[in-house]
């Protein structure tokens, strides 16, 4: 299973809005609408940000918002704020016969 | 609350074994579909293996016949064993419920 392919940085100004793409084929991202993004901040685990395409855990600010065309998905972060500075990462389900595969991460820098 | 706490992590050379442990608190563990995905030092993210609440189990290629993972719902625990480990297996280990809880991870380096 081929990785996901993200930009490999991002960035924006504080108050801004920055769009983080993630594209994968019609047997990932274009078949399934479970797409997930993630946030990892140095040293830390993963926390889950945006699930089924464009739903959000509970807690997560709704300046995060997920959405999907085709066989790309994009993670949109409005209002962007000092600590948003981290990787984030996409993820798509395949196939019952697989594990899901993930994006190569994205570096999201908040100028 | 919610928590996973791995453990098992630590230096092994070439060949060798290791047994990774994940203990879960706070939700009905037997009812999850849990995995191991790793992240190998300054790279991204990579599903290793699944257990689903229906016992079925799910391997990346590159770990097949090598790594085993198991369960045991009595302990609340998820297991992988780790066998002939190679240089190209160091990474941060995380234990996950479904994608949406995570542990803080264990560092697995292999190194002679």
């Known amino acids: 299973q081929s990785a996901l392919t993200q930009p490999p940085s991002a960035s924006g100004s504080p108050g801004q809005s920055i769009t983080i793409s993630c594209t994968g084929t019609?047997?990932?991202?274009?078949?399934?609408?479970?797409v997930s993004w993630y946030q990892q901040h140095p040293g830390k685990a993963p926390k889950l940000i945006i699930y089924?395409?464009?739903k959000r855990p509970s807690g997560v600010p709704a300046r995060f918002s997920g959405s999907k065309s085709g066989n790309t998905a994009s993670l949109t972060v409005s209002g962007l704020q000092a600590d948003d500075e981290a990787h984030y990462y996409c993820n798509s389900y395949a196939g019952n016969k697989n594990l899901g595969v993930f994006g190569g991460g994205t570096k999201l820098t908040v100028l | 609350q919610l928590q996973l706490v791995e453990s098992g992590g630590g230096l092994v050379k070439p060949g060798g074994s290791l047994r990774l442990s994940c203990v879960a608190s706070g939700f009905t563990f037997s009812d999850y579909y849990m995995n191991w995905i790793r992240q190998a030092p300054g790279k991204g993210l990579e599903w290793v293996s699944s257990?689903?609440?229906?016992?079925?189990?799910n391997y990346t290629d590159s770990v097949k016949g090598r790594f085993t993972i198991s369960r045991d719902n009595a302990k609340n625990s998820l297991y992988l064993q780790m066998n002939s480990l190679r240089v190209e297996d160091t990474a941060v280990y995380y234990c996950?419920?479904?994608?949406?809880?995570w542990g803080q991870g264990t560092q697995v380096t292999v190194s002679s």
């Open positions: 257990f689903s609440s229906n016992r079925l189990t």
């Open positions: 089924e395409v464009s």
């Open positions: 996950a419920r479904a994608g949406e809880i």
């Open positions: 019609s047997s990932d991202v274009g078949s399934y609408n479970f």
